[in-house]
């Protein structure tokens, strides 16, 4: 047999064969090592680990959270629409509501129409949330846990992609806007207004002038989205992690305004070799404005997919009672794939779903 159709037939063995378990065994275990160890962390500090239930009345809204639609037939047989969870957030801030301060989770959520080397339809994301302390903890947080999974891996740099980072080093801190003028020479700031409001015209000659290409029917996220593809995320958490803090407001949809400038909000995102691992925040509490918030993102759902998810009013009511506190989502399968030298996601997933990325 050629080496060409060797390679070919290996390449098509499904991830239950024994020689390609054999093959991924050792990164399943550190999964399993760093998820320990991530476990014990949060115990240390007097957090309670929780489930959410899978099944939601609403997955999310944002806009370009895409989900997998069910329903319960009930014993008299009405059916009852339910969505699968695109992440626990909804359930997490009920228990706050209710009187839980430090609360994580660790389990499956789903999202659809993604899949490709980062991403897999059912992925294992690490949540948590602290009441009454500010998102900049979030942060510290996570400095912790690339050391922490670096620790169990024994390794003393994450790889993705021929991108590198020294997961002891200290994070970087670069402000959205920072970024923008840094990376793509834009002053991003100078289309947000201080109600938030976004001028669609002023970015797009902005873009225009840094030679970036546009579309006639690009929104102001649209272009918001091409610069931050094509010209900010490359640059992120090389040579070390990086924190990109201070998203445009109209970009944040679950958190709330920044104290010292209400065009940007308490968001930040953690990158490390060029990948998304977290969603940080600090939480928005207000649900008048967080309804207001997801009608325009089911509007804007509604004119690019044709399609709504319904807003879970039971949530609204939870933000009327809920404490202040900071949340953040975290990729865990993404974190064990740096820590691992792994290629995709699947190679860090132990039975992944039917189906290969490509």
């Known amino acids: 047999m050629s080496g060409n159709k060797k390679t070919a037939r290996l390449e098509a063995s499904p991830w239950w064969t024994s020689h390609v378990h054999a093959d991924r065994r050792p990164r399943l275990l550190l999964r399993n090592r760093i998820a320990a160890a991530i476990r014990v962390f949060f115990g240390e500090q007097d957090f309670i680990e929780v489930e959410a239930a899978a099944l939601q009345i609403s997955p999310g809204n944002e806009t370009h ?32 509501a209710a009187g839980e301060e430090r609360i994580f989770s660790l389990g499956s959520v789903y999202r659809n ?48 992609r021929n991108r590198e980072a020294d997961p002891y080093a200290v ?10 003028e840094q990376y793509a020479g834009i002053d991003l700031l100078a289309s947000v207004a201080q109600d938030g409001s976004t001028d669609r015209d002023a970015l797009h000659e902005a873009l225009v002038g840094a030679g970036l290409r546009t579309a006639p029917d690009d929104t102001w996220s649209d272009l918001y989205s091409r610069v931050m593809v094509e010209c900010v995320e490359p640059q992120l958490g090389q040579g070390r992690a990086t924190f990109l803090c ?16 209400a065009r940007v909000a ?10 998304e691992l977290a969603n940080g925040f600090g939480e928005l509490t207000d649900p008048v404005e967080q309804r207001q918030r997801f009608e325009a993102d089911m509007d804007e759902k509604e004119r690019i997919y044709g399609e709504r998810y319904p807003i879970d009013e039971e949530f609204l009511s939870a933000l009327a009672i809920m404490l202040d506190a900071s949340g953040i989502a975290l990729g865990f399968d993404r974190l064990v794939m740096l820590a691992a030298g792994a290629n995709r996601i699947e190679d860090v997933i132990w039975t992944p779903v039917a189906g290969r990325w490509g």
Request: glycine letters at 4%.
């Open 65 to 96: 959270l895409a989900a997998f639609a069910t329903e319960e037939i009930k014993p008299d047989g009405s059916r009852q629409p339910f969505y699968l969870h695109t992440s626990p957030e909804f359930a997490c801030k009920k228990l706050l």
């Open 113 to 160: 129409r993604e899949r490709s080397a980062l991403h897999h339809p059912e992925f294992t994301m690490l949540e948590w949330y602290r009441a009454g302390e500010p998102y900049e903890v979030l942060m510290e947080d996570c400095t912790y846990l690339l050391a922490l999974a670096a620790q169990q891996a024994g390794v003393d740099k994450f790889t993705f």
């Open 171 to 180: 994070p970087e801190r670069i402000t959205v806007a920072q970024a923008f």
């Open 246 to 261: 201070e998203y445009p407001i109209v970009e944040a949809a679950l958190a709330r305004p920044a104290a010292h400038d």
């Open 266 to 275: 308490e968001r930040f995102e953690l990158y490390c070799c060029g990948v």
